[in-house]
């Protein structure tokens, strides 16, 4: 498995459950404590979360991380 296809994996991961929580990028990315671009960067796979910055994700979303990791 690529890293490309890891970090497009995590970010179809991080905006499914976004979504599905009805935030838009810029109200979670405020909950996170992140910027709303980095946000955007994750979720088109661009981006190599930190794993602090996984955290912040993760208990926003209301998940562990490996919750947030399951299938990838």
Same mark, same amino acid.
């Given at each position: 498995?690529? *890293? *490309? ?10 905006? %499914? ?7 838009? %990028? %810029?109200?979670?990315?405020? @909950?996170?404590?992140? *910027? ?31 919750? &947030?990791? @399951?299938? &990838?």
């Amino acid at each position: 498995m690529s *890293d *490309d296809s890891i970090l497009k994996k995590f970010g179809e991961r991080v905006r %499914q459950l976004r979504k599905a929580r009805g935030f838009s %990028q %810029q109200s979670f990315a405020a @909950t996170c404590g992140l *910027d709303r671009t980095y946000i955007g960067g994750i979720e088109r796979g661009e981006r190599n979360v930190a794993l602090r910055n996984m955290e912040a994700i993760a208990k926003s979303l209301g998940l562990s991380v490996s919750e &947030l990791t @399951t299938g &990838l």
